[in-house]
């Protein structure tokens, strides 16, 4: 039998209507913020993301989905979507509409993790980008933002930490007091950390190996080594956020696995302990340089995205009841012209409608009805259609009248 690949899964009509509700929610407070959707391909260049995401990021180096496409250009599924975003923002110059832009985007994306709870190779995203805004509002508006979903959702245990890394004026001074301070315990930080000294020092405050992080902690913090500009930037931020009154910690070690960052980082998890060790619900933060470096104009953004997955696990009281308002019966082969009718007639007045097709007993047929979730059925028997009409039966108060065909044909 041929199955999903490895770390990817199917969303089965069961679970759809969680997933339909968080995107409702999502959906209304992106008008309420002011955002619109944008939807990109699934597939772009592999030189977006090596250069956008950062070539020495874990999800560039080992995790993408990578193939040559028939003329050799090198292609890859998307690992996230700020990147994708940037290159559409880009492209088609959505920076000559206003000031400031604001897009949501919800989707699939592709990551070869190894695959374990709240960790997929096929996982969904909902996240957005907020375009042309310096001030440190755009950062205290996508925090209030993400509460107002989390809040919404009526999701309660969950923490922001945030953090500024700096940017390209003060950061490799920090970078270099980490690369000092983790050369004294090289012998005893892991394989990979030992080669990310060289290459990004700031990763190593990100690795899980529990001697990496026993030492990661008496590391040199970055509020140390901000310029002045930084500095305010964050002081700034946190004053809005006390404003919003969210649980938040300020964490001076929320680096983040991507390249793009500057200044504000975040991350919110879930304390509750049901997600257990991929307990981050959503990360984002500040990428300044990031429209240049893709060769558009310089543009500050600021941008989050949920794992839609982990946002799931901690709805599980959302109802799935689906209904659905009439399941037509034909009692018999003869019947089955006008049920077909009926159904068509109440489908297009606008009603959710199905028809048993296969005409068995009455009992299975309302066993079916009742699966269904039918607030009525409609019954049309021999007599019913010699009288042209039919029996309509509420399931609820089991209450069942006569009803004329022709008024519901008109
Ligand atoms: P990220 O931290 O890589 O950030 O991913 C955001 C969220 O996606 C994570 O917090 C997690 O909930 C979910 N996620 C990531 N990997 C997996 C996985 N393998 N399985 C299930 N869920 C996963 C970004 O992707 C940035 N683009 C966020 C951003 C937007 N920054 C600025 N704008």
Avoid at 86 to 107: C, E, H, S, W
């Amino acid at each position: 039998m041929l199955k999903t690949i490895a770390g990817m899964k199917d969303i089965l009509p069961s679970e759809i209507s969680q997933w339909h509700y968080v995107e409702k929610i999502c959906m209304e407070v992106f008008k309420n913020f002011n955002y619109k959707e944008i939807r990109t391909p699934i597939l772009e260049m592999t030189a977006l993301f090596k250069r956008g995401v950062g070539e020495t990021t874990d999800i560039v180096e080992k995790e993408m989905y990578t193939f040559e496409d028939r003329d050799k250009t090198s292609l890859s599924l998307r690992p996230e979507g700020t990147a994708p975003v940037v290159r559409a923002y880009i492209q088609n110059k959505l920076f000559n509409d206003q000031p400031v832009t604001k897009l949501y985007y919800m989707g699939e994306m592709y990551r070869h993790e190894r695959p374990q709870k709240g960790r997929y190779r096929a996982f969904h995203q909902i996240g957005a980008e907020y375009f042309g805004a310096t001030s440190p509002l755009a950062d205290a508006e996508i925090i209030s933002l993400i509460s107002e979903i989390l809040n919404r959702l009526d999701i309660k245990s969950y923490v922001f930490y945030i953090n500024t890394i700096g940017c390209q004026e003060c950061r490799p001074k920090y970078k270099e007091a980490l690369k000092n301070y983790f050369s004294n315990h090289f012998d005893n930080l892991c394989e990979h950390c030992q080669k990310r000294l060289d290459t990004n020092p700031l990763r190593v405050l990100d690795c899980k190996n529990s001697k990496c992080k026993e030492i990661a902690e008496s590391s040199p913090i970055i509020i140390d080594y901000v310029c002045d500009t930084c500095k305010t930037h964050h002081e700034e931020l946190i004053k809005l956020v006390d404003f919003i009154k969210i649980p938040y910690k300020i964490d001076y070690r929320i680096v983040r696995g991507l390249d793009y960052y500057v200044r504000t980082t975040f991350e919110v998890k879930e304390e509750g302990g049901i997600l257990g060790a991929q307990n981050t619900i959503l990360g984002g933060g500040r990428y300044n340089g990031l429209v240049s470096q893709l060769d558009g104009p310089e543009t500050e953004a600021i941008g989050f995205a949920i794992g839609v997955e982990r946002l799931l696990y901690l709805l599980e009281n959302i109802s799935n009841s689906e209904y659905i308002d009439y399941v037509v019966i034909p009692l018999g082969k003869e019947q089955i012209d006008m049920a077909f009718k009926i159904a068509t007639s109440l489908r297009i007045k606008g009603f959710s409608v199905d028809i048993d097709p296969r005409s068995g007993s009455l009992k299975s047929q309302m066993r079916w009805a009742n699966k269904l979730g039918a607030k009525s059925v409609i019954l049309i028997g021999e007599n019913e259609l010699k009288n042209s009409s039919y029996i309509e039966k509420n399931m609820e108060t089991s209450e069942q009248k006569v009803c004329s065909i022709n008024d519901v044909l008109n």
